[in-house]
């Protein structure tokens, strides 16, 4: 894995949004993959205000965001569905017909991953799929355990996940629902490239262990390493963990 180390996580968000919007004015109809969270916040703002200050065409962009809860009805202001909506998708004028998103709403969860899975072969697989860490080690929302699942599947959330998204409901973890969807390891390291983002000191150890450690269920992002090409982008406080070897120089 590639990794690089900025000053800042607003330097990150800046050099990442190039990346993509390169990406994108090369071949307007990239599949994009997507976070939701606080990491991807900094990115999204400036990718929106590069596109207020360019030319960049959205139009014939597809995006499959990685993960929902499930049980919220739909445009419930904590959905994923929500946060993407007013953070990307309405600021950039992508339209419904654009997007790929899990229904953590659906009556048969089962069939709805599958349905989400075709949706992405059909749209030709995901050309840059976006990641974030949680301090776990998680990515999407497989989360650490004794073992994994390779496609879109339902989840049940761990306690500290649960309370990391408890600023999308209020701050009240009790709102927080105890399920979702998300991708699978198979869905996520099928990605043309990946792009890992990881910012604040408090995912310094996470990134340790997928950089540094071996491979294990037990931190998810550790098959990341199997990847040919993934990218992982830290600022310093995430890469404070990282021996020598690892750490580059600042970008
Ligand atoms: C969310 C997702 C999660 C987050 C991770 C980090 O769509 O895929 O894996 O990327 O939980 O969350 P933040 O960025 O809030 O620290």
């Keep these: ?35 939701t969270g606080r990491t991807p916040l900094a990115l999204y703002e400036a990718i929106i205000r590069r596109t207020r200050r360019g030319s960049v065409d959205w ?8 993960d929902e809860f499930v049980g919220l009805p739909p445009g419930h202001p ?3 569905r929500a946060f993407m909506e007013a953070r990307f998708f309405r600021p950039l004028g992508i339209e419904p017909a654009q997007v790929g998103f ?8 089962e ?13 030709g697989g995901i050309d840059i799929l ?3 860490i949680g301090v776990n080690g998680h990515i999407g929302f497989n989360e650490p355990g004794a073992s994994l699942q390779a496609r879109t599947h339902r989840v049940a959330l761990e306690e500290r996940t649960r309370a990391a998204n408890a600023l999308w409901f209020d701050g009240d973890i009790a709102r927080v629902p105890t399920a979702a969807l998300s991708m699978g390891m198979a869905t ?17 150890a996470a990134v340790r262990g997928m950089l540094e450690g071996p491979l294990t269920t037990w931190l998810p992002a550790s098959f990341l390493q199997l990847h040919a090409t993934a990218a992982v982008m830290l600022d310093r406080e995430a890469a404070a963990g990282l021996s020598a070897a690892s750490a580059p120089a600042l970008s």
């Design 59 to 66: 139009s014939r962009v597809r995006t499959f965001n990685l």
């Design 130 to 132: 976006v990641l974030g």
């Design 188 to 204: 996520i390291l099928a990605a043309r490239t990946i792009v890992l983002v990881a910012t604040g000191e408090e995912k310094a």
């Design 1 to 35: 894995m590639t990794v690089q180390v900025f000053d800042s996580d607003l330097a990150l968000a800046e050099a990442l949004a190039t990346e993509v919007i390169d990406a994108v004015a090369r071949r307007p109809d990239t599949v994009l993959g997507l976070p």
């Design 78 to 80: 904590g959905s994923y």
């Design 102 to 109: 899990l229904d953590g709403g659906a009556r048969d969860l």
């Design 111 to 123: 069939a709805e991953c599958r349905r989400y899975e075709a949706a992405i072969v059909e749209a």
